[in-house]
């Protein structure tokens, strides 16, 4: 029993980060296929002197773009900070019955096993 929980559970996590892999990897595509039509509109707007407003695109789309890198470079780094919490206590699972002890204690607070 204890064994169907923590297999469901590591298939849960699983299908998880697939899920949020392929959302990356959705949002990267995206982002490339934005950054193509955006240069375009740039470049026409460049080629039609309409010096300031491209200017104005080119700074909001420089932000943007660096938002979007910090935000995906977050998220690949926080799933493996999130597992290194796990492994210095700060979010840690019961070996027998997976509760979660939150804190440093010693013992689960659900069926007293060591942790
Ligand atoms: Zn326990």
Redesign the pocket.
Known sequence: MVDEKRVSRKVGENMFSLGVRKLVVISLVGGIFLLGNIWLVVNWLNEKGVVDGARYVRREFITGTAVTIIVVLLILLVRPGREAAGRFGLMRR?P????RVIGRGKY?S????KV
């Open positions: 019961c027998v019955c997976d509760h689960c659900d069926c007293g096993s």
